[in-house]
Structures are given as structure tokens and as C-alpha cells.
């Protein structure tokens, strides 16, 4: 519910901004402007609720099908080079990325179970971001993310997985 109220809020202050914005300097008729602001309010509201605040927690996964959720929060997966944005989740028996529903063009789903899982270690997005973390899985194949507070990602992977810890970077 909370969500939806600052989402609505924020809808509301960009469709006054952007409404103040074309009345006083594009000069646009009033009748043109109230759809604007309808689309703008509508637009914004929606924009807001589903990629902003997408923290989500158990009472909000039906649709994920996931359960058991230890961690989660909002971060990128590097998928063929390029960062595509979604929600990171810790199960006492997966690490799993969904992406947000905003990307429609590159929807995909990295399931990794944490037995799979053989070192977890720090790396810096483009060279400089202390802001990533790399999960190197059994297969000789790994995983990229771009978290918040990547030591809480690292050591809630750790404490499922029972690997030591190897801090660098």
C-alpha cells in the first residue's frame, strides 16, 4: 500500500511539473493539457510502482513462485555483456534473478542453486564501481551481478553455501 501511495504522489508531482512546464512556456491549449497530465499522472504512477520500488518481499511473491525467500533486493545481471535490471532473491536452496517487468526486450530468469555455487567474490562494475559480485558456480561458468551492499549479498551467500570467504577487491 505504501508503494502505491509514493508512486501515486510521485505520478501526481510529475504530471503537475510537466503540465506548468507546457502551460507557461509551450503555450498549449488547456483541453490538450488536461490529457496530458491524465497520461502523465497514469504513465509516471505505473513507471514508478513497478521499477522504482520493487523491493519485494514475501508477502508480495505469489507470482515468482518462490518461497523460503533470506534476501532479496533490486540488482543487475549481466546477460551477453549488457546489464539488464531486476530483483536478486537468496532461497535456503537458490540464488535466483528475475527481471523487472520494464524489460520486456531482454525478460530472462538466472537460477543458480547455492550447492552449485563454489566461490563468491568481489569485482568493480566498468573497472571502478565497488558494486559487483561475481558467483563462480561448479561448471567452470560464472555469474555477474551489480548489487546494493554487496558484502550483506556476499555473506548471506556464504552462510548458505559454506564456501570461505575471499574478500578482493
Known sequence: MKRLKYSLF???GTSLFFTAYFYFKENIPSDVLLVIAVF??????????FKMFSHINNEEIAFLELKNIIYSGRANHYLNGIAVGGSLYITNNQLVFQTNIINFL???????NIEDIIAVEFEKTLGIANN?????????????FVVTNREIW????????KIKSSNSI
Open 132 to 144: 559487483g559480485i561475481l558467483i563462480r558456480i561448479k561448471n567452470d561458468s560464472k555469474e555477474q
Open 40 to 49: 502523465m499522472t497514469i504513465f509516471m504512477t505505473l513507471i514508478s510502482y
Open 106 to 112: 531482454q525478460k530472462h530468469e538466472c537460477i543458480i
Open 10 to 12: 510521485l505520478g501526481l
Open 154 to 161: 556476499k555473506n548471506q551467500i556464504e552462510n548458505r553455501t
